[in-house]
């Protein structure tokens, strides 16, 4: 196939065209994004062709809460360089994330981006992070495309080191197949690089930026195809040694020795895969000079694919295995076990059993038995025929009534009133919120809705993010300060780690945990409802039902939580 000078390929350029929604799949989950995006280098390490001058076309000034065509909610600034910015957004209609790309529409670059992304959106190979929009309004052209929170950036693989053999070869296997099929459509990268390949949380391997970067920063090829094998040679060449095949750093890894030269992955590093370090030095540019044992360059992604193929299959790694703790025999031992098997043909003794006991000490023993015994059924009875009689006297007065504390009298619990609850909102410490379009959920009277928290990975308080280092929870207005006496909650999972605190009865918009001075009950983990039953009311308009750590959800290592109803009686 002949080979496109530019990234993208012929699409019609009307701006009068209705946006283009990509048919493939949109996997997407809430969350807060551990990947961020961002396709900026500190060097241009690739060396994939010039680029255009972005003009005179200024970025668009736009805030964190803007929203695109009422739909598009704008959250986090990610990029902003050569006239365009990349954000973090949030698709309100399908409640998902998502990134956007965003630039003038006088912008020089304008029109091949939407080209790229239109016809990146055709492809519809779920390898590749899909476009899902292209859109150009009011003055404006955006493009919509996937946000992956469960998936990791190479670049943050491998800041802790190099990957293990069965992970390059999985890597350098579905990125090289994904390119082919890319090209097979006239479809080049020419910004493949460590920011550009994503691992997500299943193991599988997907590329963003397809066509679009390139035309985001007006790069073109006159070979897009041995640019592409290039790159991703030069990714399986940092998977393998942590370095960079080229003389400058970039993407955080260190390059190579100056003046040495392209030298193979094997000998940067002791115990590369010996497979995959040839393969690597078949990818990347050398000018035509390969070590002798090498075979020949590859120039396409389909001939590396075929050299992949061609190599033996990587298996993954064994689990580890740990051994079972040694037997440890006890030193009493009845009859024969434990002791070694008698050999053949040996006799073994017969031990006689030990005799009853006959003697005058025996006899006094059995008696002295026996006497403990009786007295201690005659107690026993004693004890629980004075219990039933006390029981009988007493009247149904003896209830008990628990407290916050645990603690507990003969008073009789009050009558309690439902209170009217006139508003909640998040408990956001940090100033930012996560799901606050849930928060009636909460108090809506119907436990089958809740207001939920976005899935978590790793740590279960709220991901260890700085914003969550307090938690979260929800605030709850009771509209005007009330006497409260009870307040009962149904969580949306049992497991969290939750208190329930109340403001003083003069607060006004409490936010912070030091506005809530009054504990109403420990923090500790709950279940799926707590009920909280004070022997003393509490005066306050504010409750803080605050969560610092969330259950796990599918997995170890998910986390997610929230509170299905709340209801406060007085």
Request: with cysteine.
């Amino acid at each position: 196939m002949a080979e496109r000078s530019t990234a993208a390929v012929d699409v019609a350029d009307t701006s009068g065209d209705q946006p283009l929604t990509a048919k493939a799949d949109q996997s997407t989950a809430d969350g807060v994004a551990k990947n961020r995006e961002r396709d900026t280098e500190d060097v241009e390490a690739q060396g994939s062709g010039g680029t255009e001058s972005p003009g005179k076309a200024s970025p668009p000034e736009l805030h964190s809460g803007h929203k695109l065509a009422r739909r598009y909610r704008l959250e986090e600034c990610v990029t902003r360089l050569d006239g365009f910015s990349s954000w973090r957004a949030v698709d309100e209609k399908l409640r998902r994330a998502v990134g956007v790309h965003i630039l003038p529409a006088d912008h020089a670059r304008a029109r091949s981006v939407l080209a790229a992304a239109r016809s990146s959106a055709l492809l519809g190979d779920p390898r590749f992070v899909q476009v899902l929009d292209a859109v150009e309004e009011n003055d404006l052209v955006y493009v919509v495309h996937e946000w992956l929170p469960d998936a990791t950036e190479l670049t943050t693989l491998l800041a802790s080191g190099p990957l293990e053999p069965y992970d390059c070869y999985q890597m350098v296997s579905q990125v090289a197949s994904a390119m082919a099929a890319a090209h097979r459509e006239g479809l080049a990268h020419l910004r493949l690089n460590p920011n550009a390949v994503l691992r997500t949380s299943s193991g599988q391997w997907r590329i963003r930026g397809l066509a679009v970067n390139a035309a985001l920063r007006g790069a073109s090829s006159d070979t897009p195809q041995r640019a592409d094998t290039e790159a991703i040679g030069a990714l399986l060449y940092a998977a393998l040694t942590q370095r960079w095949p080229y003389e400058s750093d970039a993407y955080g890894l260190a390059g190579l020795p100056k003046d040495v030269g392209l030298i193979a992955p094997d000998q940067v590093r002791a115990g590369v895969h010996r497979g995959l370090s040839e393969l690597s030095m078949r990818a990347l540019a050398n000018d035509g000079a390969t070590a002798s044992r090498h075979e020949s360059a590859c120039t396409t992604p389909e001939e590396l694919v075929k050299a992949i193929g061609e190599m033996p299959r990587i298996r993954p790694p064994e689990p580890a295995f740990t051994a079972p703790p040694e037997y440890q025999r006890t030193t009493y031992q009845q009859g024969t076990y434990g002791r070694p098997a008698p050999h053949p043909g040996v006799t073994q003794p017969v031990v006689p059993p030990p005799p009853p006991l006959q003697s005058r000490t025996g006899r006094a023993l059995k008696w002295a038995v026996s006497a403990l015994l009786i007295a201690a059924l005659g107690l026993g009875s004693w004890q629980l025929a004075d219990a039933l009689m006390d029981r009988g006297g007493s009247s149904d007065d003896n209830q008990s009534q628990t407290t916050d504390d645990g603690d507990k009298n003969t008073a009789t619990p009050k009558a309690t009133n439902p209170l009217a609850i006139r508003g909640a909102k998040e408990f956001t410490p940090s100033g930012s919120g996560i799901q606050e379009d849930e928060v009636p959920l909460a108090i809506d009277g119907d436990t089958s809705t809740a207001w939920v928290t976005p899935q978590y990975r790793g740590y279960a308080n709220f991901g260890n993010l700085a914003p969550r280092k307090e938690g979260s929870g929800l605030i709850i207005d009771l509209g005007s300060a009330k006497d409260v006496a009870k307040v009962d909650i149904v969580m949306y999972r049992s497991g969290q780690t939750a208190e329930v605190l109340a403001a003083g009865a003069s607060a006004e918009a409490p936010s912070s945990l030091s506005d809530f001075p009054q504990r109403l009950s420990k923090l500790s983990t709950v279940g799926s409802e707590v009920k909280i039953t004070l022997s003393k009311p509490v005066r306050t308009r504010y409750l803080l039902i605050h969560i610092t750590a969330l259950p796990t959800d599918g997995s170890a290592d998910r986390f997610r939580g929230g509170i299905s109803e709340v209801r406060v009686r007085g």
